[in-house]
């Protein structure tokens, strides 16, 4: 199932960085991971972007989309970075950092999607720590230094349940095209045993869980 027209025009027009194609693929694999009726969650909310085609597979489908952020920014996202946006900079001057939390609302609330989603503010292994319920698929795309990254997957990963889906974003064989820490987090879950792939788009991986463990 596709997304509708509206959905794609709002995953269009919303801030982020991840291209239509892999977006679709993301919602064709969230349409997937729906049928075992579990939660489908995200590590790194940013904008809202990737959230909205998870919002609008667990509405077809009845269940929940969770998403999980600080919603400080990455570190590619601080000041003098590539990716700074200073127009999700708290204009507080007391403050003075990143805070993508209103615009994610925004976000939802002008696709419609507010009661679909469940927005966990915290960081990642914090909230993992208490989680203790199955997913039907974990999206992780959140840090991308190795100790972010490894943590996202040792935190999440775990709480994939059996024929659940994992996808890896930003997976780069080449060191050229991106940073390594998620290739190395894809090719660790490969190599466990626990996962197998089951198709790709660019760097969208997505990868089924086969076996135990992580």
Avoid: N
């Avoid at 794609?8 to 960085?17: I, L, N, S, T």
């Avoid at 489908?61 to 969770?66: C, K, Q, S, Y």
């Avoid at 997913?135 to 972010?148: P, R, S």
């Amino acid at each position: 199932m596709a997304p509708r027209p509206e959905i794609v025009a709002a995953f269009e027009a919303a801030k982020g960085f991840m291209p239509l194609d892999e977006g679709l693929a993301l919602h064709a694999a969230a349409t997937r991971a729906a049928a075992l009726g579990l939660p489908l969650l995200e590590v790194g909310t940013y904008c809202g972007r990737s959230t909205l085609l998870l919002a609008d597979v667990a509405r077809e489908a009845g269940t929940t989309a969770v998403t999980v952020d600080h919603h400080r920014g990455s570190e590619e996202q601080q000041p003098g970075w590539e990716y700074h946006d200073p127009s999700v900079v708290d204009a507080d001057p007391g403050v003075a950092r990143m805070d993508t939390l209103p615009t994610f609302r925004r976000t939802l609330y002008k696709a419609g999607l507010e009661d679909h989603v469940v927005a966990v503010v915290g960081r990642s292994p914090q909230v993992a720590a208490l989680w203790r319920a199955p997913l039907g698929l974990v999206f992780i795309d959140g840090g991308h230094t190795d100790e972010h990254a490894t943590a996202d997957y040792e935190g999440w990963a775990p709480h994939v349940a059996p024929d659940g889906l994992l996808v890896i974003h930003d997976v780069f064989a080449d060191p050229a095209d991106g940073g390594q820490a998620p290739y190395r987090v894809y090719r660790r879950a490969l190599e466990s045993g626990a996962f197998t792939e089951v198709s790709v788009m660019r760097s969208l991986h997505v990868l089924q869980r086969t076996g135990l463990g992580i």
